[in-house]
């Protein structure tokens, strides 16, 4: 079967590409596509593994110590200033400044990023069906796709940030800030840290979502990045709880 003009790849690369898989019958031509996409970037290769994801989980494996990181200086710093004080007679910081901290507001701002770990993996299980948008009403959240769950998904992140910098506001309205003492220091820096990681997941949905709208057809490459960005996502819901349950409730 002819598949036209291959002049329509993008470089001599592109053209040797798609005429390898012209003439081993491994392309096929999508509904609304340009050119002859191969079968591979619509469908996947059968029992390999995808180097995005592996690559990912990698790079998120790193991630992890360096958190694990940041518990171990709070951890360490935390005891000791609580045992100098507990020898010198005197409040310790854990004590005095921890009480500045709002703890029902962060309550709800962290229901809200766990939340939004569920509307993630809706959309994930939306990109599995190759459900891009919605097939019925925008009321109907059953029909949705995954343009509708992961910007539900951005909004409820944006939320959690919004509600981080009212919280920073109001602490640095008590004159607690990051150079104010240790406590300031560990918090601000655990909290800081995980707070640009999910800006970083805000802007990497920002990129997935307009990328659907600029594909005509969406492959499994596609597929793959919104599974991928999923797993960052739950990363970053996972490491905050562990936060959330030793900063604002174990202290």
Do not use: K
Request: proline share 3%; aromatic share 14%; charged share 10%.
């Amino acid at each position: 079967m002819p598949w036209g003009d291959l002049c329509t790849g993008s470089g001599n690369n592109d053209l040797v590409a798609m005429h390898t898989h012209a003439v081993s019958g491994s392309m096929t031509m999508p509904e609304g596509s340009l050119h002859p996409i191969p079968l591979s970037r619509l469908r996947g290769r059968d029992n390999r593994p995808e180097p995005v994801a592996v690559g990912t989980i990698i790079w998120l494996a790193s991630e992890l110590m360096f958190f694990a990181a940041l518990f171990a200086a709070y951890f360490t710093i935390r005891n000791v200033t609580n045992t100098q004080a507990a020898a010198t007679g005197t409040e310790s910081l854990w004590q005095t400044q921890g009480d500045l901290i709002n703890v029902p507001f962060a309550i709800v701002n962290t229901s809200v990023l766990v939340a939004s770990s569920f509307t993630c993996q809706m959309g994930v299980f939306a990109a599995e069906r190759a459900q891009v948008t919605r097939a019925g009403s925008l009321f109907n959240p059953r029909r949705w796709g995954l343009r509708e769950w992961y910007t539900l998904t951005f909004l409820m992140g944006a939320f959690f940030i919004g509600g981080q910098v009212y919280e920073y506001a109001a602490l640095f309205h008590e004159n607690l800030t990051i150079s104010s003492n240790v406590f300031g220091s560990v918090f601000f820096l655990a909290t800081g840290f995980h707070g640009l990681h999910v800006t970083g997941g805000l802007f990497a949905f920002l990129l997935l979502m307009g990328r659907t709208f600029l594909a005509r057809t969406f492959t499994h490459e596609q597929a793959v990045s919104a599974i991928v960005v999923s797993y960052y996502w739950h990363f970053v819901d996972v490491v905050w709880i562990a936060l959330f349950g030793v900063i604002y409730i174990l202290r």
